[in-house]
């Protein structure tokens, strides 16, 4: 158990549609980074937000988007989902920012697209 | 970021010592190589990190070699539930993790 929860576990969407995901990280640690993992792959670096501002980007499209709250949870948000949106998306939280602190990583939502 | 590689999978009997290797000829000076794994249908956990001494901890050790071109992850006594996609990452100053593909390490009685 690493205190790091994310909903929903498992979510069913249709192409075009819009998705929220949802990440509280551990207590205390005030930086959240999302991943994507498609099936058969390592995980793959979207952003991170630290005292609610987005420091950090991977390779990802606008459509890919976040938020932090004052409490340090997180939302992932993607938009117009496409079918290789598919995939596990994994919220990890960490102490400090830019440094090169542990992540701690939750269990994941796996997003499914029709 | 450096880029390591690893074997894709490995076998191991249980209760002897798996050895994990990687490789990461342009690793920094100052990058560290950071060790994960991942049970399936899990999210990565952390498992041990080093810049150049050997470490150790109560999951592992590492052993990187004294050019820093490549380390081993050592598992004293694997168990069943060690079974997972095992990471070998090298991390600089920098916030993100940068996965491979890892080496599938199966555990068999």
């Known amino acids: 158990e690493t205190g790091v929860t994310q909903s929903p576990t498992h979510l069913i969407k249709t192409r075009g549609q819009q998705v929220t995901l949802r990440c509280s990280s551990q207590?205390?640690?005030?930086?959240v980074s999302w991943y994507q993992q498609a099936l058969g792959q390592g995980p793959q670096f979207i952003f991170q937000?630290?005292?609610?501002?987005?420091?950090g980007r991977g390779n990802f499209p606008p459509r890919f988007s976040g938020l932090q709250f004052p409490n340090y949870s997180s939302e992932l948000n993607v938009n117009a989902l496409e079918l290789d949106d598919s995939a596990l998306y994994l919220c990890?939280?960490?102490?400090?920012?830019?440094?090169?602190?542990?992540?701690?990583f939750g269990e994941g939502s796996r997003l499914t697209v029709l | 970021d450096a880029k390591t590689t690893q074997p894709p999978s490995m076998d191991c009997a249980e209760g002897r010592a798996a050895n994990l290797p990687c490789n990461h000829s342009?690793?920094?000076?100052?990058?560290?190589v950071y060790w994960y794994r991942q049970i399936h249908s899990q999210g990565p956990q952390y498992i041990i990190h080093?810049?150049?001494n050997n470490e150790t901890n109560e999951m592992a050790s590492l052993i990187i070699t004294e050019d820093r071109k490549s380390s081993t992850l050592i598992l004293p006594h694997a168990t069943l539930r060690d079974t997972a996609v095992y990471y070998c990452?090298?991390?600089?100053?920098?916030?993100?993790?940068?996965f491979g593909a890892g080496t599938t390490v199966t555990v068999r009685a």
């Open positions: 080093g810049l150049k």
């Open positions: 207590s205390g640690h005030n930086t």
């Open positions: 990890a939280s960490s102490l400090g920012g830019l440094n090169t602190g542990e992540l701690f």
């Open positions: 990452i090298v991390r600089g100053n920098d916030y993100k993790l940068s």
């Open positions: 342009t690793i920094s000076g100052n990058e560290y």
């Open positions: 937000y630290y005292r609610e501002e987005e420091n």
